[in-house]
């Protein structure tokens, strides 16, 4: 799947409902990630630790140092690419957040 008509956001989607997407995001050590749009809001959690870089269309880059068990929100909106600059795999799981919950449940 794409979004914006540029890269994909993730490897693959592992679950999907009006609520949620659910990306498994895997990269080799020296793999990048291509250029991509998040349209949503989203949350990363983290697999393994990641030594990476963003790279945005403006030419800022960032360093990020992720670890397992600390989620990372981030806001829509800013075309980037990721680099894994580790020696290991980098594997997260990323879910964009469709809609906001029902205020009341349904009626049984």
């Known amino acids: 799947m794409k979004t ?7 490897d693959r989607i592992i679950l999907e409902n009006e609520h949620i997407r659910v990306w498994l995001v895997e990269l080799d050590p020296g793999q990048i990630q291509s250029r991509h749009v998040h349209e949503l809001p989203y949350l990363i ?3 393994t630790e990641g030594k990476n ?13 992720e670890k397992p068990g600390v ?3 981030r806001m829509p909106g800013v075309p980037h690419e990721l680099e894994n600059v ?7 799981v ?8 029902a205020a009341t449940p349904p009626a049984p």
Request: net charge negative; aromatic share 10%; hydrophobic share 40%.
């Open 71 to 73: 989620c990372l929100w």
């Open 45 to 47: 959690v983290p697999l």
């Open 86 to 92: 580790s020696s290991w795999q980098y594997r997260n």
């Open 4 to 10: 914006s008509g540029i890269g994909t956001i993730g």
């Open 53 to 65: 870089i963003m790279r945005f269309d403006d030419g800022r880059e960032i360093a990020t140092d």
């Open 94 to 101: 990323l879910v964009e957040m469709k809609a906001p919950a």
